[in-house]
């Protein structure tokens, strides 16, 4: 007669298998590994734990297996694997969510949740301590901890629960059936173990590092059920590949020592394993990988939040991030999503890890930036404003408000900047001078430009310019003006060029005087320029 095992009614108003009909509420342990339909179809997942916002690294991930869905006309789909309740965040899923859509990788399926799923890892994980593949421990965290330090050695400084170990522990294996039933009418926790073999060794391939082997005696008996009847991240991840049904597994490279024990859980379940692809790390440009304490200290933003909020254009970002570690075949670095669906291959992405190179994302950000039409940068400038102010102002002004909220002005001060700045915000660091007036200036463009024999000349281009009426104030004509002056006087451009910069910025360089000057206005030129004559008179 077969084991039964019986499903809850819940499952199967899960999405998981919404397009499976219903034909039986309890399977028989044969029965239960006969129900998975075949697919053919491609099917890949990201499946990130929401325990912080999203990292950059993960974001890739996300990428790579959205390309190689969308490349193999498959399925991209969402897991949350949320069966770590202690690590919890709360905001975290949002922030993922919000993330993914603002990258343009919109998932096929999903979100699923695993925590909504806890009794099909609790049965799954009877069926492996039934088949002898998995036991029950009682040992408590201060008898592993001891058990830890006696074995503890310089050859060994961190000792295992393993097949060498576990014979010293409280578990099923050990423990005679008395001994079992009094734990068990006592209520005492436990937690259930994969009883790792001795002496083999666990091979498979991988689309990105060819062949990989891991011996069997190097494995711990890793833990597949917690004492709170929650799955750890190993069952859950083989369960819900298996059922949802995964076929090309493509994660980080620090999940490549999780793999031999998946790939036992699967051979132990009777399931045929995804095929696995495990990415190379990204590192920092210092060496090492690139981690959140090491992101910090070299000024690089590490999570995914933190590009949208500095208003990093999204394509700059997908571009960067798919070339690190990825090689459309040729020396292309421009590249659309759409290009690099079509070219995408996990056979040319590298083993080694790839360094975050923030200066190239910063010539990524310029392109594509630059690409972009101004009245389109302005609107997006004047949102900026309208939600953090201008830079080193707690409040605008009234004047300051009104040229904010410029649509023309905004484009002229976008027009002016954009090859002068790598994101957005730094229109407002770099441009600042073009909703005020300055009230610090470049002490060595002073010291350089602003000579005994400067006023003069710069009272005398104040009075010509003054009598330029409305569209006449025009960049060319301010040039042509000048040009007058310093020829008459028998001095070089800069000689009136550099103070009049001065006067009008604050600053010994910057974008094309005359077309700021324009942009500016009259009257805003010419009081900027009595107040610099009565400051450096």
């Known amino acids: 007669m077969p084991h039964l095992i019986s499903i809850p009614l819940t499952y199967f108003n899960t999405p998981y298998l919404f397009q499976y009909p219903l034909l039986f509420f309890t399977f028989s342990k044969k029965e239960l590994q006969k129900t998975k339909p075949m697919n053919p179809k491609v099917r890949v997942r990201f499946a990130p734990s929401p325990t912080g916002l999203l990292h950059i690294g993960g974001l890739r991930t996300a990428l790579y297996n959205y390309l190689f869905a969308r490349h193999h ?321 707690e409040s605008l002004t009234e004047k300051e408000e009104k040229l904010s909220g410029d649509s023309e002005f905004m484009a002229g001060v976008v027009r002016l900047l954009k090859e002068r700045v790598s994101r957005l915000p730094e229109f407002l660091e770099a441009g600042i001078f073009f909703f005020d007036a300055p009230v610090q200036f470049d002490e060595k463009a002073v010291k350089k430009g602003w000579k005994e024999d400067t006023p003069p000349r710069i009272i005398q281009y104040r009075d010509r310019i003054s009598g330029l009426e409305g569209a006449d104030f025009r960049a060319d004509e301010l040039k042509r003006i000048l040009t007058e002056i310093v020829e008459a006087e028998g001095v070089g451009f800069g000689k009136l060029m550099m103070p009049l910069r001065v006067a009008v910025t604050g600053a010994g360089s910057g974008p094309d005087l005359f077309e700021t000057l324009e942009l500016l206005g009259r009257d805003e030129v010419l009081g900027r320029l009595d107040r610099a004559l009565q400051k450096f008179a």
């Open 73 to 393: 006309g498959g399925a991209f789909v969402l897991r949350i694997e949320d069966t770590d309740q202690a690590r919890y965040v709360q905001e975290a899923e949002q922030d993922m969510l919000e993330s993914l859509a603002w990258a343009g990788l919109h998932p096929d399926e999903g979100p699923y949740h695993q925590s909504s799923r806890r009794e099909r890892y609790a049965m799954y994980a009877q069926q492996l301590v039934d088949d002898g593949y998995a036991y029950y421990a009682y040992d408590t965290v201060e008898e592993i901890e001891k058990m830890r330090e006696r074995l503890r050695s310089p050859q060994n400084p961190n000792p295992k629960y393993d097949s060498q170990t576990r014979m010293q522990m409280r578990n099923s294996l050990t423990l005679g059936e008395l001994e079992l039933q009094e734990l068990l009418e006592e209520g005492s926790e436990y937690v259930v173990r994969l009883k790792v073999p001795q002496g083999e060794t666990v091979q498979f391939e991988d689309m990105v590092r060819g062949p990989v082997s891991f011996e069997t005696d190097g494995l711990d008996d890793q833990v597949l059920l917690k004492a709170d009847g929650m799955p750890t991240y190993h069952l859950a991840n083989v369960v819900d590949d298996h059922e949802m049904e995964i076929t090309h597994v493509i994660r980080g490279e620090e999940w490549l020592s999780s793999a031999p024990k998946h790939i036992l859980l699967y051979k132990y379940l009777g399931w045929e394993p995804p095929v696995m692809a495990h990415l190379p790390l990204i590192m920092s440009p210092s060496g090492g990988k690139l981690s959140k304490r090491k992101a910090e200290e070299e000024g690089i933003p590490v999570n995914v939040r933190d590009y949208r909020k500095e208003r990093y254009e999204r394509d700059a970002v997908i571009n960067f991030l798919a070339l690190l570690g990825w090689s459309p075949g040729d020396d292309r670095e421009l590249l659309t999503l759409e290009e690099m669906t079509r070219e995408f291959t996990l056979g040319r992405v590298g083993k080694s890890g790839a360094i975050f190179d923030f200066k190239k994302l910063l010539w990524f950000n310029e392109n594509y930036m630059r690409q972009r039409a101004d009245a389109e940068l302005a609107e997006e400038l004047m949102a900026l404003v309208r939600e953090r102010g201008l830079p080193g102002k």
